[in-house]
């Protein structure tokens, strides 16, 4: 199975910041991961698919980038509504799996 | 797009539920995927269907006890859950997608297995 490695494991930052999240994998998985957001008692919403494409709706202070083992999202500038978890996952072979997530604090 | 789970509720130890997705605003012609998040706890992938329901994707701890369906007629998904343990308590959570990227999820359905 592919393992997805999430960094850091809680991110504690204030609004306007950049915030960098980093997703490793366990052995290459080209650009077929994505990026989701979940805010508590809430679903999870897709961010950003195979590794750099915005999802429909999305901000554009949301972006990734990064293609084999080490995948970054990145976003510019921090909202009040950003502060949620924020996953990882590809695509790339059965089974699917997620990374074990970052908290992003203010 | 909208996707309604349904199905969950308490259980006992090796008991049985059967849990519904039914979508709408859109033609159900997708990959689907059922996801679990325990409580407290991460996303965890459970099994996902083709279009056709002619190939079934399982995660290794539900093979066997779980099993993924479809009605495309009535735009529904199903995921059966037997011989059901502890561990399988959780939100479980019904999504668009699988052989891409989960693109839309329904609100989720909560599992509770206890005596």
């Known amino acids: 199975d592919i393992v997805l490695t999430q960094s850091p494991a809680t991110l504690s930052l204030s609004p306007g910041e950049r915030a960098t999240l980093s997703c490793r994998a366990s052995?290459?998985?080209?650009?077929?991961l994505a990026w989701y957001q979940q805010k508590p008692g809430q679903a999870p919403r897709l961010l950003v698919q195979?590794?750099?494409s915005r999802a429909s709706g999305i901000p554009a202070r949301f972006s990734g980038s990064g293609s084999g083992t080490d995948f970054t999202l990145t976003i510019s500038s921090l909202e009040p509504e950003d502060f949620a978890v924020y996953y990882c996952?590809?695509?790339?072979?059965?089974?699917?799996?997620f990374g074990q997530g970052t908290r992003l604090d203010i | 797009v909208q996707l309604v789970e349904a199905g969950g509720g308490l259980v006992q130890p090796g008991g049985s539920l059967r849990l519904s997705c039914e979508g709408s605003?859109?033609?159900?012609?997708?990959?689907m995927t059922w996801v679990r998040q325990a409580p407290g706890k991460g996303l965890e992938w459970v099994a996902t269907?083709?279009?056709?329901?002619?190939?079934?994707y399982y995660v290794d701890s539900v093979r066997g006890r779980f099993i993924i369906s479809r009605d495309n007629a009535k735009n529904s998904l199903y995921l059966q859950l037997n011989s059901l343990r502890a561990e399988d308590t959780a939100v479980f959570y019904c999504?668009?997608?699988?052989?891409?990227?989960?693109?839309?999820w329904g609100q989720g359905t909560l599992v509770t297995v206890s005596p």
């Open positions: 605003g859109f033609t159900f012609n997708y990959w």
């Open positions: 996952q590809q695509r790339s072979n059965w089974p699917l799996t």
């Open positions: 195979d590794a750099s």
């Open positions: 269907v083709n279009p056709d329901g002619s190939e079934k």
């Open positions: 052995q290459s998985i080209a650009s077929s």
């Open positions: 999504a668009r997608g699988g052989s891409r990227h989960l693109d839309n």
